[in-house]
């Protein structure tokens, strides 16, 4: 991080901006403490543990996000430090809410440097999706795993190929999304950051208006849609389809109900559009998938306020808010695969219930639903639940209308950006929010990112005592 924020220092240094001191010397600071840090615990005897693993997962998000603030915290926008660490992790967790205004007018170098949060933290959650959860039995991406014992089922045989390959395919998807905005009509600049923000699934943009700024561009945003769509698919199935061998196991469940939900939902809109406002069809196709699949991708661009579609476009917005899109993805919410897992159990159940003796097997795809991957989808779902009401009555009894309260909570849970209403609906953003409610929101995004058990675990008293 300390190397990177030397890019937007040269881009506001040739930009004749002052604003390069800021990134200057929070790289500064930023590489001391961290060389500091690795000398106080480097120990050649440490051990991997599941404890280790858990704290460290979140230690290095949060001091992430609290560098990530470095350079707003130095710069002279007008945000309080409490603002800052919000709008980092907001960009570090790829979630894209912000309290920042003024964007079309701000320094390059701040701008890009969001932009560059938010790619980070796709990234990053990729890897920890696919490397490191599932050893920790907590990430619903180990359903891919659930056959792997044996070296044979692997998608590769050593961890570090895995890697390479998530990340030539995460940087090949930035690329070709920001040639194809540069050639679409967007400036360089803008094509860069929107680039990396719709891979990420993160939904920064460089102007207030969000990709509302190129509404009349109908092809920007299709290219929008396209690789928002491609961020939230498993990034599994980009290494599987680059190996021959393995394209004839490129099938998974996720994928196929979410694009049947696009579909379906996208075709509901757009026919509500074309009633309510008497557009065309091609237009109301357009601004009714792109909105929805912000969404369910938990991207968060807007063109429009779109709850104000009306009730029924309202409740499906709400509704895939919650769910998501897929595991080993960029993109936050439930997941997709939880969703089939839990309609697994509830299948199973209600058939035992009117055939007692019946045996009734639990599949997700091929493989089969091991009862230690079904009591992780539960835990998921219910601690998603209980810290999604915790935290939307922490909200209310910090003065925030219940609206506001609830959203919030539930954008930041699912890592979305933009919630409902006036205030933090698309057309709003978090600017007018609280100090104290901005740190609960920081802890929703968080825990939402790295799939709440492994914050909620260290809260408890046994991962503290032996």
Same mark, same amino acid.
């Given at each position: ?65 609290? *560098? ?120 360089? *600049? ?99 998938? *792109? ?176």
């Amino acid at each position: 991080m300390a190397a990177t924020m030397l890019i937007p220092a040269l881009i506001d240094l040739k930009a004749g901006s002052r604003d390069w001191l800021v990134f200057v010397q929070a790289a500064g600071l930023t590489a001391v403490l961290c060389w500091l840090t690795s000398l106080a615990t480097h120990h050649p005897e440490i051990r991997f543990t599941p404890r280790l693993g858990f704290l460290l997962i979140v230690a290095l998000w949060l001091s992430a996000a609290v *560098f990530g603030a470095l350079p707003f915290i130095f710069s002279p926008l007008p945000i309080s430090i409490i603002k800052a660490f919000f709008e980092s992790m907001s960009g570090i967790t790829a979630t894209g809410a912000t309290v920042l205004t003024g964007l079309d007018r701000m320094p390059r170098g701040i701008l890009l440097w969001r932009s560059m949060l938010c790619w980070f933290g796709g990234l990053g959650f990729i890897g920890l999706g696919l490397l490191l959860l599932p050893s920790l039995r907590v990430g619903g991406i180990q359903l891919l795993h659930m056959e792997s014992s044996d070296k044979s089922e692997k998608i590769l045989p050593r961890i570090h190929q895995i890697a390479t390959g998530i990340v030539l395919a995460y940087v090949s998807l930035t690329l070709v999304c920001t040639i194809l905005y540069f050639v679409a009509g967007m400036g360089m *600049f803008d094509a860069i950051n929107h680039g990396m923000t719709t891979v990420a699934t993160a939904g920064f943009s460089t102007h207030d208006s969000s990709l509302g700024f190129y509404a009349h561009n109908r092809a920007i945003l299709i290219i929008a849609t396209v690789f928002m769509i491609l961020g939230a698919l498993p990034f599994v199935l980009y290494i599987k389809a680059a190996m021959p061998q393995r394209r004839v196991s490129m099938s998974d469940p996720q994928v196929t109900l979410f694009f049947i939900i696009i579909i379906g939902f996208s075709a509901i809109l757009a026919t509500g559009l074309m009633l309510e406002t008497g557009i065309g069809l091609v237009d109301a196709i357009i601004a009714a998938t *792109f909105n929805l699949v912000s969404v369910i991708t938990t991207t968060g661009f807007a063109t429009e306020d779109y709850t104000l579609w009306g009730a029924e476009a309202l409740g499906i917005f709400f509704l895939v808010t919650f769910i998501g899109s897929c595991s080993g993805s960029t993109s936050g919410g439930i997941k997709i695969n939880r969703l089939i897992i839990l309609w697994q159990m509830a299948s199973a159940s209600l058939t035992r219930l009117i055939l007692p003796n019946a045996i009734v097997k639990m599949r997700y795809g091929k493989s089969e639903i091991t009862d230690e991957v079904a009591q992780s989808a539960l835990l998921f779902i219910f601690l998603y639940m209980a810290s999604l009401v915790a935290g939307a009555t922490v909200l209310a009894m910090l003065g925030n209308d219940l609206g506001t309260a609830f959203t919030g909570a539930l954008t930041a849970l699912s890592n979305v950006g933009p919630g409902f209403g006036e205030t933090i609906g698309p057309a709003g953003n978090f600017s007018t929010i609280g100090d104290p409610s901005l740190l609960v929101l920081s802890y929703l995004m968080l825990a939402g990112r790295l799939e709440i058990v492994t914050v909620v675990i260290l809260f408890t008293r046994r991962f503290w005592t032996r």
